[in-house]
């Protein structure tokens, strides 16, 4: 078994952000979240995605994705079996599953809408990246697809199930991707050429063409990100941050803005999930 190393990603980068206490929960003391169904219909849609690319160019039409959907939720319903339960009678599902599969064909007839599939031939599909960073965080995440031209250009493609951000925005949603670009470079010695966010809600292209400043800019704050989680972990602090985004937190009965106790901190986990040990006196 490979041993786990503290590191950062995107995601949770974002999480701390938009409030340490959530990163806390989500990170160090991993409490269990409710299945999101909207989140759930992403990972179908990508899996769908990932196998259409598997196949050979010429062959990957909407009728092959629509056909695909059943394996793909098959083997969603064996990594989380609670999603059957769910979509049984009175199960608690706020739609029938028929609803639910054909809001995720919807989307993937969008995709086709947006990209000709059988005019790319991506390096890779759901690509694990990780860097580490000399005297920084371990970066990781996973690309959803990297495509590479013929002149070795690398274009950074993310899809995501939900709507284009409002401009004021764009820049929290291009994080993400010049993240991903900061560790294809530091791995390859190669400034991809175009970062491209797919949403296929509303069927909008987000592209950026990332410059070496960009990517510098980035690490840098994926440092000062790292520092602060760090910190946090030393002091025993996760202070939350209330914001609109709380409307749709799981924890709310932990957190003390609504009236919640999170519950004690261990300081063998802030040491293996962040590699920090805690001051005594903030477990104390």
Same mark, same amino acid.
């Given at each position: 078994?490979?041993?786990?190393?503290?590191?950062?990603?995107?995601?949770?980068?974002?999480?701390?952000?938009?409030?340490?206490?959530?990163?806390?929960?989500?990170?160090?003391?991993?409490?269990?979240e409710p299945i999101s169904l909207a989140?759930?219909?992403?990972?179908?849609?990508?899996?769908?995605?990932?196998?259409?690319?598997?196949?050979?160019?010429?062959?990957?039409?909407?009728?092959?994705?629509?056909?695909?959907?059943?394996?793909?939720?098959?083997?969603?319903?064996?990594?989380?079996?609670?999603?059957?339960?769910?979509?049984?009678?009175?199960?608690?599902?706020?739609?029938?599953?028929?609803?639910?599969?054909?809001?995720?064909?919807?989307?993937?007839?969008?995709?086709?809408?947006?990209?000709?599939?059988?005019?790319?031939?991506?390096?890779?599909?759901?690509?694990?990246?990780?860097?580490?960073?000399?005297?920084?965080?371990?970066?990781?995440?996973?690309?959803?697809?990297?495509?590479?031209? #013929?002149?070795? /250009?690398?274009?950074? $493609?993310?899809?995501?199930? @939900?709507?284009? =951000? +409002?401009?004021?925005?764009?820049?929290?949603?291009?994080?993400?991707?010049?993240?991903?670009?900061?560790?294809?470079?530091?791995?390859?010695?190669?400034?991809?050429?175009?970062?491209?966010?797919?949403?296929?809600?509303?069927?909008?292209?987000?592209?950026?063409?990332?410059?070496?400043?960009?990517?510098?800019?980035?690490?840098?704050?994926?440092?000062?990100?790292?520092?602060?989680?760090?910190?946090?972990?030393?002091?025993?602090?996760?202070?939350?941050?209330?914001?609109?985004?709380?409307?749709?937190?799981?924890?709310?009965?932990?957190?003390?803005?609504?009236?919640?106790?999170? #519950?004690?901190? /261990?300081?063998?986990? $802030?040491?293996?999930?962040? @590699?920090?040990? =805690? +001051?005594?006196?903030?477990?104390?």
């Open positions: 078994m490979v041993a786990y190393r503290p590191g950062l990603s995107p995601s949770r980068a974002s999480d701390f952000q938009q409030c340490p206490l959530l990163f806390r929960f989500r990170v160090v003391d991993q409490l269990p989140a759930t219909r992403g990972t179908l849609v990508h899996a769908v995605l990932e196998e259409l690319y598997a196949a050979p160019r010429g062959t990957r039409t909407p009728e092959m994705a629509r056909a695909l959907l059943p394996a793909e939720w098959e083997k969603l319903l064996v990594a989380e079996p609670r999603l059957a339960e769910l979509f049984a009678p009175g199960g608690g599902a706020p739609q029938p599953l028929a609803e639910w599969l054909a809001e995720a064909e919807r989307l993937l007839e969008t995709y086709f809408t947006l990209e000709d599939p059988n005019t790319l031939a991506p390096e890779a599909t759901e690509l694990w990246v990780q860097h580490q960073l000399e005297g920084g965080p371990l970066l990781r995440g996973v690309v959803d697809r990297l495509d590479v031209s #013929p002149a070795g /250009d690398l274009r950074v $493609v993310d899809y995501k199930t @939900g709507k284009s =951000p +409002r401009p004021q925005y764009e820049g929290t949603a291009l994080f993400q991707m010049r993240f991903y670009a900061m560790v294809l470079f530091k791995e390859r010695g190669v400034l991809p050429k175009m970062l491209q966010l797919v949403y296929l809600g509303d069927g909008q292209v987000l592209r950026a063409t990332p410059s070496q400043g960009d990517l510098e800019l980035t690490e840098h704050k994926a440092r000062q990100i790292w520092e602060a989680i760090e910190t946090a972990g030393r002091d025993g602090r996760f202070v939350p941050r209330r914001s609109k985004l709380c409307g749709w937190c799981a924890h709310q009965a932990q957190c003390p803005e609504f009236g919640g106790t999170p #519950p004690p901190l /261990d300081p063998a986990k $802030v040491a293996q999930r962040l @590699g920090v040990e =805690p +001051r005594q006196a903030a477990v104390a």
